[in-house]
């Protein structure tokens, strides 16, 4: 079992120049909107980057000197300077008694704050960064930190930086989803390496610049919810655990199954122009998109390794769309928040076993994707619903067999978060493994897609021949 030594642990608040100049001007408080509230008893997402420490063919170098001395301060002092331009970041989520729903809370001093923690481990770090054979599905949890959440208060970020000595070092991080969605988060971090870099190449002018294309939106107003959706959600959530007045912010349960392990795939962009080549044979009116191909061939490979097709099940599945294009009028691409939602479709296990496997899982994601319509109205359409089926979903033991959804998304490009000293040489999100989700990125080389998957072992090992069987 690979150890893990707390070196330091510390809070770091927004720059004080910025805390000075946008305390009087901006509110001490953002409203969660109707799209934020469905994920407020959800459970962190969990990411975590992989990356090697630079100049390591220099024998003379002392790695951990360089880390302590270089990349932990350069790292805080550009999260400083970053969260400048992401305050409510730096707050909590809370539920006063006096408010219908939560809302986000900042400008609190020194309650302002990122919890950072500094940390060494001797664990394998070619082994936890590479990408040919399975890790037991816990592995990287001593890699990331907790996020600080209590009844009555729910921190938003925290990150964990960790020294592998002589090899690399990790980035792990942990963020409400009431808070921000994957968009929000990669837009931060985005951010976050554009003042890294600039500051280690000593910047000066520039420390502190974001881009343009990065300034956040904070504006929730824009999210017109006439149906008051956002209160009967609200009310929903008040009702749960015994209510009628539960402001609780602790997550619901969520336990990583005993056994597990995780893995990593991938299709290149000519393993999935053979696939769409193959479904034009069956329907040019296919929407043969790369991510459509993706998750329909994952889902027929799972069904296939889990052997879930000789009980006639349904399988269920679901992903998130985002939504800041199909307001009317559009959401700023920077918009702050929660701005995605969900699209669910389904098919007969033994259909998506079958020979036309391939074509009956792009045809039900293709319509659900087509279902889309524009429009403040139908787009929060059907929302209230969502809480109830969360719970259902989350009553008796956990069980994935019938359902999948997708975690991240390619379009985030979480491979090109370069903080100065190179590209991850691997990234996952961790929190797959209590959700059961698909994990999609690209992939370092831009080649594709990357896969992530949590299965029992022997199910790990039937999707990874199927996987490979099937693109030869």
Known sequence: MAKVKII??????????????????????????????????FQPIQRIFFYELPNLEDPNRDTTLFFHSDIVPRLKH????????FLPLSGNLIWPESSNKPLIFYNEGNEDAVSFIVAETDADFHRLSGTNEFLEATEYHHLIPNLAVSRE???????????????????????????????SVHMFLKTWT??????????EYNYSYSPLELKPFFDRTVIVDSKGIDAIIAKQLRELDGGPHNRSLIPWEMEVQAGIVR???????????????????????????????????????????????????????????????????????TYLGNCVVGKFADAYA????????????????????????TGK??????LENLVPIFLKSLEGKRSHDGSYSIAGSPKFEPYNTDFGWGRPKKSDVVSIDKTGAISL????????????????????????????????
């Open 8 to 41: 330091e642990v510390c809070k770091v608040v927004p720059s004080p120049a910025s805390m000075a100049t946008t305390s009087s001007s901006s509110p001490n408080s953002l409203p969660l909107t109707c799209l934020d509230l469905i994920w407020l008893r």
């Open 78 to 85: 550009s999260l400083s300077l970053t969260l400048k331009h």
């Open 153 to 183: 208060r729910a921190a938003i970020l925290a990150f964990q930086l960790t020294l592998f000595p002589n090899f690399g070092f990790s980035i792990g991080m942990a963020n409400h989803h009431a808070a921000i969605d994957g968009k």
């Open 194 to 203: 554009h003042i890294c870099q600039s500051q280690q190449q000593q910047q």
């Open 263 to 333: 893995g990593t795939f991938q299709l290149t962009r000519e393993n999935i122009n053979k696939l769409r080549q193959l479904l034009k044979a069956y329907d040019n009116l296919l929407h043969l998109s790369t991510f459509c191909l993706t998750f329909s061939y994952i889902l027929v490979c799972l069904v296939k390794a889990k052997v879930l097709h000789k009980d006639g099940q349904k399988i269920i599945f679901g992903f998130a769309v985002d939504a800041r294009s199909r307001f009317e009028p559009p959401l700023p691409e």
């Open 350 to 373: 033994k259909d998506l076993a079958g020979e036309d496997g391939l074509f009956v899982a792009v045809k039900a994601i293709s319509n659900a994707i087509r279902s889309l319509e």
């Open 377 to 382: 109205e139908t787009i929060l359409h059907g």
């Open 441 to 472: 990125s690209d992939t370092r080389n831009g080649d594709g897609i990357e896969v992530g998957l949590v299965l029992k072992k022997h199910d790990m090992e039937n999707f990874a021949f199927l996987f490979q069987q099937g693109l030869e």
